[in-house]
């Protein structure tokens, strides 16, 4: 298996050291929807960057929305039968 997060920031650019200088990636926060990581710089240990890796799909929940429900609870029409009629009716009326 191929390291690609140790691949993709092998050096990052250090203001301190004024060059792109290796890095430590180190986990800053864990989030409701990822984490959050944080870079310092090997040679002075300044902080160089953080990166939020998102680890759970949020749109997956989002399909699922409650307005899907709402759609077919129309308590009206489905007692009287004759919903969607009454409304044209009233509109030649
Ligand atoms: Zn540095």
Same mark, same amino acid.
């Given at each position: 298996?191929?390291?690609?997060?140790?691949?993709?920031? =092998?050096?990052?650019?250090?203001?301190?050291?004024?060059?792109?200088?290796?890095?430590?990636? %180190?986990?800053?926060?864990?989030?409701?929807?990822?984490?959050?990581?944080? &870079?310092?710089?090997?040679?002075?240990?300044?902080?160089?960057? =953080?990166?939020?890796?998102?680890?759970?799909?949020?749109?997956?929940?989002?399909? %699922?929305?409650?307005?899907?429900?709402?759609?077919?609870?129309?308590?009206?029409?489905?007692?009287?039968?004759?919903?969607?009629?009454?409304?044209?009716?009233?509109?030649? &009326?």
């Amino acid at each position: 298996m191929r390291q690609f997060e140790e691949f993709e920031a =092998t050096a990052l650019f250090c203001s301190t050291c004024k060059q792109a200088m290796p890095v430590n990636k %180190r986990l800053l926060l864990i989030l409701p929807d990822g984490e959050l990581w944080e &870079y310092l710089c090997q040679q002075c240990g300044n902080s160089v960057g =953080t990166k939020k890796v998102s680890s759970k799909p949020a749109i997956l929940f989002l399909e %699922r929305s409650p307005d899907f429900i709402g759609i077919n609870s129309n308590p009206d029409a489905a007692l009287s039968g004759t919903g969607e009629n009454r409304d044209s009716g009233t509109d030649s &009326y």
